[in-house]
T-cell receptor, first 114, second 113 residues
Framework: AQSVAQPEDQVNVAEGNPLTVKCTYS??????LFWYVQYPNRGLQFLLK??????LVKGSYGFEAEFNKSQTSFHLKKPSALVSDSALYFC????????????FGKGTRLHILP | KAGVTQTPRYLIKTRGQQVTLSCSPI?????VSWYQQTPGQGLQFLFE???????NKGNFPGRFSGRQFSNSRSEMNVSTLELGDSALYLC????????????FGSGTQLSVL
């Protein structure tokens, strides 16, 4: 069965610094990987996805994520954090080899400090 | 284009009651999935429907059920409510499968007293 882990419940970053939100996964087939963001009092929004192709995926709001097959990771990154990036971030995985359910991580709360 | 609409926005029920939540997907979207969000467990998959057929189900007891209608609208039902069912229930839609971008509704906040 597939699984996804976000090892950090919370990440604090100073505004203007680079940020990384970590995600590791486990699937038996090819992974379909996603990042979603939940801003306060707003619904979940899609940020980016990796299905196949280039390991570096660019998404909304200046975010990007790097697929690393050997480390089974899909970390979310941004070169320069904004206070408005403060939100709850979810990594998700679906096993591309099977018609299986999508699994979300428990979420990482990102605090950008002014 | 209207987004995913979930009703009601808030619900307060007592233990033992049952509840029905509704979800209207974005026009043209045929896949609807449901999730339970709690502070401790994050976002957990409940079930997924496509063209009125349940394609996948998460690890929830049989008290949780759902269905999808021919117009792609979906409902989920929870019977014999327990305190632990208090959560934000989110619905998401996509064109065909959840491998595509999911569009989420604002959710239904269910409180069980």
């Amino acid at each position: 069965a597939q699984s996804v882990a976000q090892p950090e419940d919370q990440v604090n970053v100073a505004e203007g610094n680079p940020l990384t939100v970590k995600c590791t996964y486990s699937v038996s087939g090819n992974p379909y990987l996603f990042w979603y963001v939940q801003y306060p009092n707003r619904g979940l929004q899609f940020l980016l996805k990796y299905i196949t192709g280039d390991n570096l995926v660019k998404g909304s709001y200046g975010f990007e994520a790097e697929f690393n097959k050997s480390q089974t990771s899909f970390h979310l990154k941004k070169p320069s954090a904004l206070v408005s990036d403060s939100a709850l971030y979810f990594c998700a995985v679906r096993d591309g080899g099977r018609d299986d359910k999508i699994i979300f991580g428990k979420g990482t709360r990102l605090h950008i400090l002014p | 284009k209207a987004g995913v609409t979930q009703t009601p926005r808030y619900l307060i029920k007592t233990r033992g009651q049952q509840v029905t939540l509704s979800c209207s997907p974005i026009s043209g979207h045929r896949s609807v999935s449901w999730y339970q969000q709690t502070p401790g467990q994050g976002l957990q998959f409940l079930f997924e429907y496509f063209s009125e057929t349940q394609r996948n189900k998460g690890n929830f007891p049989g008290r949780f059920s759902g269905r999808q209608f021919s117009n792609s609208r979906s409902e989920m039902n929870v019977s014999t409510l327990e305190l632990g069912d208090s959560a934000l229930y989110l619905c998401a839609s996509s064109l065909r499968t959840p491998n595509e971008k999911l569009f989420f509704g604002s959710g239904t906040q269910l409180s069980v007293l």
